[in-house]
Nanobody, 120 residues
Framework: HLVESGGGIVQAGDSMTLSCEAS????????LAWFRQTPGQELRYVGG???????YYTDSVKGRFTISRDNAANTLYLQMNSLKSEDTAMYYC????????????????WGQGTQVTVSS
């Protein structure tokens, strides 16, 4: 069970941090990821982090977004800096019990999503 929080409305250039809190005992063994979706579009990979802490990002967010995890708190984070209007989307966290993947249909567990709106 995953629950995202931290979305809202910000201005272009602002920063925002999303959180994803998980329940259960196996959080530290799961690969985690953030995806985003705009109306009428498919889910798109934002970035992911392995159980050991290696982080990966799609090109459009490299250098602006940072993914981290706190296994003791069962929480995944997405720090977003220098936000752009094109970052506006519903953001979802996801988890699965194997290695890192960018393909959304591989993930077993999903949060309900949190809306991020960046006004220009």
């Amino acid at each position: 069970h995953l629950v995202e929080s931290g979305g809202g409305i910000v201005q272009a250039g602002d920063s925002m941090t999303l959180s994803c809190e998980a329940s259960g005992d196996n959080f530290r063994t799961y690969a985690l990821a953030w995806f985003r979706q705009t109306p009428g579009q498919e889910l798109r990979y934002v970035g992911g982090i392995t159980w050991s802490g290696s982080a990966y990002y799609t090109d459009s967010v490299k250098g602006r977004f940072t993914i981290s995890r706190d296994n003791a708190a069962n929480t995944l984070y997405l720090q977003m800096n220098s936000l752009k209007s094109e970052d506006t989307a519903m953001y979802y966290c996801a988890a699965w019990g194997r290695g890192h993947t960018i393909f959304f249909d591989e993930y077993d567990y999903w949060g309900q999503g949190t809306q991020v709106t960046v006004s220009s």
